[in-house]
């Protein structure tokens, strides 16, 4: 079993940036592939970006490509999400999880965390 609690979530301006985190406990956080997913009012859950076990490999959906960063700290059990030059659309409830392969796919994944809102202003 993997618990998941994001935190960094907020209310900011259009063209700011946000870092959200997310904190892994209960098994070998360096087996576990990461994702972020995000929900927006009235959508579905949307692919953001994945990390690789070891962090070598990174995926981004073509919406934050070169605006966010996925990085993660197997030492700290941890994975970000740096948010930079943040826009209005990407207000969403922001969601961790983990899973075998860093997918694009919610099925990807077996542990989800709570989620964190992030809402940008205009």
């Known amino acids: 079993q993997v618990q998941l609690v994001e935190s960094g979530g907020g209310l900011v301006q259009a063209g700011d940036s946000l870092r959200v985190s997310c904190a892994a406990s209960g098994r070998s956080f360096s087996w576990l592939a990461m994702g972020w997913f995000r929900q927006a009012a009235g959508t579905e859950r949307a692919f953001v970006a994945a990390i690789s076990r070891n962090g070598g490999s990174t995926y981004y959906a073509d919406s934050v490509k070169g605006r966010f960063t996925i990085s993660r700290d197997n030492a700290k059990n941890t994975v970000y999400l740096q948010m930079n030059s943040l826009k209005p659309e990407d207000t969403a409830v922001y969601y961790c999880?983990?899973?075998?392969?860093?997918?694009?796919?919610?099925?990807?994944?077996?542990?989800w965390g709570q989620g964190i809102q992030v809402t940008v202003s205009s």
């Open positions: 999880a983990a899973g075998v392969s860093p997918g694009e796919r919610r099925y990807d994944y077996i542990y």
